[in-house]
């Protein structure tokens, strides 16, 4: 995180966060899980997208992406917001 990595250090806290899952049923209940997805849903990220080209949102100016379509899935999965380029590059 003193780094400036924190794509790096959200998937090492998602990565945590699965592992106490796994090691004991008492580590989070419904409402935490319903947090926790609503996090996700909400553009919190579990990771970096591996060959992506790390760069800066024009609009607001936010971290963004860009990917090829063949990793356009693991980034939804990832619950990124994926748009076509043309609507951000224009034609």
Do not use: C
Request: glycine share 10%; proline share 5%.
């Amino acid at each position: 995180m003193e780094s400036g990595d924190l794509d790096g250090f959200a998937e090492l806290l998602n990565q945590q966060w699965a592992r106490k899952k796994r090691r004991s049923g008492a580590m989070s209940n419904e409402r935490i899980d319903a947090w926790y997805r609503l996090a996700m849903d909400n553009g919190a990220t579990s990771g970096p997208i591996p060959g992506g080209s790390l760069t800066t949102e024009p609009a607001f100016g936010l971290p963004a992406y860009w990917i090829t379509e063949s990793e356009r899935a693991h980034a939804e999965a990832l619950n990124y917001t994926v748009v076509e380029a043309s609507a951000v590059a224009g034609p």
